[in-house]
């Protein structure tokens, strides 16, 4: 591994080549946009317009292609692998970690086209009669395959192998790391810095986009409801308010700023909802639910492939190919913060989260309110709301709430939440910028935080002066088409390394002959009296010092004559006892770990400890490079003990012989 990333200091802090070239970069595109907004806008027109001609086809496909994986990965056999070590555990608890999904992922979009889509697919299908039953059930088609599966795919590939390969393998957390399977050791080179460079570009400007474009939704509301002019200095006060409480949600970190905003939030939005549907066409709106979730499902395979190709028409490049771009360019920032908060938990369980729980969430939202708004319209006969919609579509929402009792009440609840999903946006958005600009370190410097936080803030206040948005939000959706390619490319390379990993965890767990037990070994009723008894801290430390430590000498020793690099390490208090063997070139090194755990003392008899800690007993339990085996090896001899590490070496030695001459190991530590 190249020195530049064993260094603790450089670790610490940014990478030069990628902080200041991204930082390069967004300065250039910033001031030639502001210098000619109306030159970039021509150049990024064309640029789509060349990309909706002759690429459309390989954006469909793309995306089709993950939705497929995604949902492979969830059903297939690599579903029990963790992302982390094997006895890693979940860092959130679900509650928490479905906030945060919702609030980094879609929160602001379902605010600002909750209502507005649907009924702008009413009024203008891309086929058939508008403003008619059939338009309703297709707008609110068209909705959910916007706003479903396929979002949240992208989102979780991207999530899933950035989680894979940093906790797993021991990789940095960025983007580079996917490509490890396919250039190896390059990825620390100028390819690698590219790939992060890339994604930090297309976040702070994705970010920046979203609060220019965004703003307008809450300087609405706050027009609608208390005359609050909408003017640019009173949008450039918003983004500063919103730019400085997300530096402060930021500074304060993951566990406690963006995670109480995520779960408050996400609190105010299931009222929001609930709200609605009381107060609404309670019944119409789960009629709908129910057809349109079914109708979504029997049409996804078709839609999901249809380009529009016998009967073309603009509509599929200012709709379908609009999304997935955005969502293809949002998923650098999106999917690197999914794996920042996923650690430990298995890929089954991830994908499940990741792809069906904000789904199902989301087209919940989208029923009931763009529903409840078709209702207003089609029903009620509430013709003014759609004309408003067609007009301004940041008013939306807050037009539509006004057909609702307590209407001041709920929009000043609705501005609020959309300024939360602004912040919980750029907060987490910085925190993915310094992960990227920094080796994946997840402890870097609060001013590091801050100064991505800051500099998205004044990226989109320069860009709302330029009238350069519009622009820009052209340009993020057309740096999509390289990043697609980036994509299938870290796609093909997580399947390579999976299929090794899902190999190397059929040769640990298949059956093999065991090494016949020694002849000296303690006799039996000592074991069960071991097992029974449940032995204490300081019985479990000595046995490690006693046994465990003289039998990885033991093997080092003969290993060392054998000429491998060996070497035993162990923790200052005695609590954990490693034998690590070196292998020359890229094959993996082979360790053999014993880690002292408490656990809590099964109640089995009548006899109960009265205290807590009288009910703690103590395990010596077996590590490999993959995490705890579950096993306790406490109570045996000198020579089980090295029985075991001679199975397991034997057992690694296997994989090594099977993955030779298909492609390198995996390289890092878990």
Excluded: C
């Amino acid at each position: 591994m190249p020195s530049e990333w064993r260094s603790p200091v450089l670790r610490r802090t940014y990478h030069p080549p990628v902080f200041y070239t991204a930082a390069s970069f967004i300065l250039l595109i910033v001031v030639l946009t502001i210098a000619a907004p109306g030159q970039a806008q021509v150049v990024f027109d064309t640029i789509q317009g060349w990309i909706l001609l002759n690429a459309s086809w390989f954006y469909i496909l793309t995306v089709a292609i993950i939705l497929l994986a995604i949902v492979y990965l969830a059903i297939g056999r690599y579903g029990d692998i963790k992302l982390g070590p094997d006895h890693s555990q979940p860092d959130y608890r679900d509650v928490t970690w479905f906030a945060m999904l919702f609030s980094a992922g879609m929160g602001i979009g379902l605010m600002f086209f909750g209502v507005a889509e649907p009924v702008m697919h009413y009024v203008s299908p891309p086929e058939g009669m508008p403003a008619t039953v059939d338009a309703a059930r297709e707008a609110m088609n068209i909705t959910f395959f916007h706003w479903g599966l396929h979002a949240w795919a992208i989102y979780a590939i991207v999530g899933l192998v950035l989680a894979f390969f940093s906790y797993r393998h021991g990789l940095p957390l960025t983007l580079r790391s996917a490509l490890y399977p396919l250039i190896g050791d390059r990825i620390y080179g100028p390819v690698g810095h590219a790939v992060d460079v890339f994604a930090i570009i297309g976040t702070v400007f994705g970010i920046a986009t979203s609060l220019g474009l965004g703003v307008a939704q809450i300087n609405s509301g706050l027009n609608h409801l208390f005359g609050l002019p909408v003017t640019i200095p009173v949008q450039i006060a918003l983004i500063i308010g919103a730019s400085l409480l997300a530096t402060l949600s930021v500074a304060s970190g993951l566990d406690r700023g963006i995670r109480i905003l995520s779960e408050t939030n996400l609190a105010l939005a299931l009222a929001l909802m609930l709200f609605v549907l009381i107060l609404g066409p309670t019944v119409f709106i789960l009629q709908t639910f129910v057809q349109n979730t079914g109708q979504y499902l029997s049409e996804i395979v078709g839609k999901t492939f249809n380009l529009y190709a016998y009967e073309p028409n603009d509509w599929i490049g200012g709709w379908t190919l609009f999304y997935w771009g955005w969502w293809i360019a949002w998923s650098p920032f999106v999917g690197l913060f999914i794996a920042r908060i996923s650690r430990g938990r298995t890929i089954r369980e991830f994908v499940r989260g990741v792809l069906l729980v904000p789904t199902g969430f989301t087209l919940i939202w989208m029923t009931v309110f763009g529903d409840t708004a078709i209702h207003m319209i089609l029903v009620e006969q509430l013709h003014g709301l759609a004309e408003l919609v067609a007009q301004d579509s940041s008013l939306a929402l807050f037009a539509f709430l006004e057909h609702l009792p307590l209407a001041s009440i709920t929009s000043f609840i609705a501005i609020i939440m959309v300024l939360v999903f602004f912040v919980t946006s750029a907060d987490s958005g910085a925190l993915v910028v310094d992960l990227l600009a920094s080796n994946g370190a997840e402890h870097s410097p609060v001013w590091q935080r801050i100064f991505w936080s800051l500099l998205m803030g004044v990226v989109a206040i320069a860009l709302l002066l330029a009238d350069g948005l519009e622009a820009l939000q052209t340009a993020t959706i057309a740096s999509a088409l390289p990043f697609s390619v980036i994509l299938l490319l870290s796609l093909w390379g997580v399947f390579k390394a999976l299929k090794l990993d899902a190999t190397k965890r059929r040769i640990r767990y298949q059956t093999v002959t065991r090494t016949p037990m020694p002849s000296n070994r303690e006799p039996w009723q000592n074991r069960l009296r071991n097992i029974v008894r449940m032995p204490a801290e300081d019985h479990v430390v000595s046995f490690m010092r006693r046994i465990v430590a003289p039998a990885l000498e033991a093997v080092a020793e003969e290993l060392r004559a054998q000429g491998f690099e060996t070497r035993v390490t162990r923790e200052s208090d005695g609590q954990a006892l490693q034998l690590h063997v070196t292998h020359q070139g890229e094959y993996l090194d082979f360790i053999y770990a014993v880690h002292l755990l408490a656990q809590v003392r099964p109640v089995l008899t009548s006899d109960i400890p009265e205290n807590e800690e009288d009910r703690r007993y103590y395990r010596a339990e077996v590590y490999l490079r993959e995490g705890g085996q579950d096993y306790d090896i406490m109570g045996w001899t000198e020579e089980a003990v090295i029985s075991d590490i001679l199975d397991q070496y034997e057992r690694h030695r296997q994989y090594l012989h099977m993955v030779h001459g298909e492609t390198a190991p995996m390289a890092g530590q878990p």
